[in-house]
């Protein structure tokens, strides 16, 4: 984080010089909360560096062993090894080490698409500058409505492992990353950033998507997992059903939340066993936390709040964020052995401390999410770390 703040410091008179360009001077701002300064100044100025970039699909890359077609997203089981006794045949499992020679380009193109989409969008919301939506636009008819580079609203070929399966259930999580494009249409469409037609068609896709989601036996055996995966497809599917206008899911979503995932997932102290039993087990705590924080962001209006429900025995999410903040504040007293891999890179600016802070006004938990990391670059943080444009769910129109 020391070294992020000294890249703000170092480049304070360039940031503001960009913010001049987008015709919005500091005086005219209104506050953004907990964002300083120095970070909106920084979005504003990879925001622009990202104006001119050319939209990366699926189309891009196909890979040899996928059995889908080149509209088809394709990724390969994380955990899952060549056999040395066996090269030709079968992989195994190794739980918590992932394979490097995996097919990988798939999944980060989406991130690349979702980093570049959320940063425009939160440009957009800083400035009011119609170019940076205008950018946005470009990546999301490129991923959703180009018939030449379009992916298909569906997920068959996810986390294949060789000699086993072509697709699996359990890859339904890889499209976590579309969270915050959802998220982003939504903010676009708000405020009339582009033509209506063209939200149009971006949101059949997620339309077609939910569907896919909600009937396909892949996405109905990822629905009915236990751990992890049970959370980030109830927070999926609430998001393209929140953007679709849905009711009938984000009504299907919230009774899973209340009468399954949390009376299911978490034990009595706040902690989810079945993630305390993985090899990676302060990681994935963290990483299902923020999943049930941010479902709950998500499907909470005016008639539902998530963050307030409680199970006849106590669980809530407060309870959750009681039991991990102490070891997000002082990793060294996480009582279990350190993860297998990426045991340093954690934690970082993890949402669940900024929706809990904000939902339970908990002061310490806004500190400390502002001295996190927010902007890491280990790639298999990034991909357990759904939500990274902050902005996205603090405002909802320019602050012009």
Not at 138 to 143: I, R, T
Not at 216 to 228: A, R
Request: proline residues 6%; charged residues 25%; contains cysteine.
């Amino acid at each position: 984080m020391q070294q992020q703040t000294n890249y703000y410091k170092a480049n304070t008179g360039i940031l503001l010089l960009l913010v001049c360009m987008f015709g919005l001077s500091c005086s005219q701002k209104k506050q953004v909360p907990y964002i300083a300064e120095a970070e909106q100044q920084y979005i504003i100025k990879t925001a622009t560096e990202y104006l001119d970039s050319l939209p990366l699909t699926v189309t891009a890359t196909v890979c040899e062993r996928s059995a889908g077609g080149p509209h088809d997203f394709y990724s390969e089981g994380d955990y899952w090894w060549p056999d040395t006794e066996n090269p030709d045949g079968p992989y195994i499992r190794r739980d918590g080490q992932t394979n490097p020679d995996n097919f990988v380009a798939h999944r980060l193109a989406m991130i690349r698409f979702s980093q570049i989409v959320g940063r425009e969008t939160s440009a957009y919301l800083l400035t009011g500058d119609k170019r940076c939506a205008e950018a946005s636009l470009k990546h999301l008819e490129a991923w959703f409505v180009n018939p030449e580079t379009r992916m298909n609203p569906s997920l068959l070929y996810v986390q294949a492992i060789k000699g086993r399966v072509t697709g699996r259930g359990i890859g339904i999580i890889d499209a976590i990353h579309l969270i915050e494009v959802a998220r982003s249409v939504e903010i676009l469409e708000q405020n009339s950033a582009v033509e209506q037609e063209k939200i149009n068609k971006i949101k059949a896709w997620f339309e077609e998507f939910v569907q896919w989601l909600t009937t396909h036996p892949y996405g109905l055996d990822e629905m009915n997992t236990k751990n992890n995966h049970a959370t980030c497809w109830v927070m999926q599917v609430a998001a393209f059903a929140r953007l679709t206008d849905n009711e009938e899911v984000l009504k299907m979503c919230r009774d899973r939340f209340k009468e399954i995932l949390l009376p299911n997932q978490m034990g009595e102290n706040g902690s989810f066993p079945l993630e305390l039993e993985r090899t990676k087990p302060y990681g994935y705590s963290l990483f299902n936390l923020d999943a049930f924080f941010t479902t709950a962001e998500i499907l909470s209006d005016e008639n539902n709040n998530l963050y307030e429900f409680c199970t006849a025995d106590g669980k809530n999410l407060e309870l959750g964020a009681e039991y991990l903040f102490p070891f997000v504040m002082d990793k060294s007293s996480w009582p279990l052995q350190p993860d297998v891999m990426y045991w340093d890179e954690w934690p970082v600016r993890h949402p669940f401390l900024l929706f809990a802070g904000k939902a339970y006004q908990k002061k310490e938990y806004i500190e400390l999410w502002k001295t996190l990391e927010g902007y890491p670059k280990t790639q298999e943080v990034i991909r357990n770390l759904p939500i990274r444009n902050p902005l996205l769910w603090l405002l909802s129109e320019p602050v012009q």
